[in-house]
């Protein structure tokens, strides 16, 4: 293997989303270092924070009929059983809902939690306050997913933050997704809300961090009691 090999392979790809970003970054920080040297600098550190952002690294997602994968990079800000918002049309009895949180840290490109074909995408305009307050999943702007997998039907809500200010989805209905298939992107923090059957128990806890694509949320075909965890 050649030295470029090894380097390119160590590189993590940027998200095609951030080269516009990445550029216009760029460019300013040559001028400002035109006009003072320092703010050149710290245009450079932002370029490279912007292009740190928009990373979208390989990962192995787990198969197996049933298994519910997690869509998002970040902590589970909220698990419980709420009212589903009601443009996604999965009825008017609570579901389980597990909420993940994404900070400007964490990598913002989206997976699919299962296998199935995407039934409804709809996209519902609002405010922008922290996506880590509960009141975020009505009151904010958001995008809406129903996955049909097999018989059941999984909902998944991307929502803007007090920061994020874009909401970028990569499929349209009927599409055939795979679990852990890219399916959009939210720009500069911002939280994702996932929609299970009632009876389903989450395998993760509060404060988890959860990996997108790989971090198994709960299993559909799984009998089991939730689990408990300790801060260690």
């Not at 990373?55 to 997602?61: A, F, V």
């Not at 993940?100 to 990598?107: E, G, K, Q, R, T």
């Not at 009141?135 to 059941?152: C, F, H, M, P, W």
């Not at 997704?177 to 059957?197: K, M, T």
């Amino acid at each position: 293997m050649s030295v470029y090999d090894s380097i390119r392979q160590g590189l993590t790809p940027i998200h095609k989303e951030g080269y516009p970003f990445i550029a216009i970054s760029a460019v300013a920080s040559l001028v400002l270092g035109q006009l003072w040297s320092p703010l050149g600098w710290i245009g450079l550190i932002i370029t490279l924070w912007i292009c740190y952002f928009f990373r979208d690294p390989e990962r192995h997602t787990p198969v197996r009929p049933g298994l519910v994968i997690a869509p998002a990079d970040g902590r589970v800000s909220a698990i419980g059983e709420v009212l589903p918002p009601p443009e996604l049309g999965l009825g008017e009895a609570p579901l389980m809902r597990v909420s993940i949180f994404m900070s400007v840290f964490d990598c913002h490109v989206n997976r699919s939690p299962v296998d199935g074909i995407v039934e409804r995408v709809v996209y519902t305009p609002g405010i922008f306050i922290n996506a880590d307050l509960d009141k975020a999943s009505e009151d904010n702007e958001r995008n809406g997913l129903v996955i049909l997998s097999g018989e059941t039907r999984i909902g998944v809500v991307q929502i803007a933050g007090l920061i994020a200010r874009r909401i970028v989805c990569f499929v349209s209905e009927a599409d055939t997704l795979q679990a852990g298939e890219r399916f959009g992107l939210i720009r500069f923090g911002s939280r994702l809300d996932i929609y299970l059957p009632p009876e389903v128990q989450p395998l993760v806890g509060l404060g988890q961090r959860t990996v997108a694509g790989e971090t198994v949320l709960a299993d559909l075909f799984a009998e089991q009691t939730p689990r408990v965890f300790r801060a260690a």
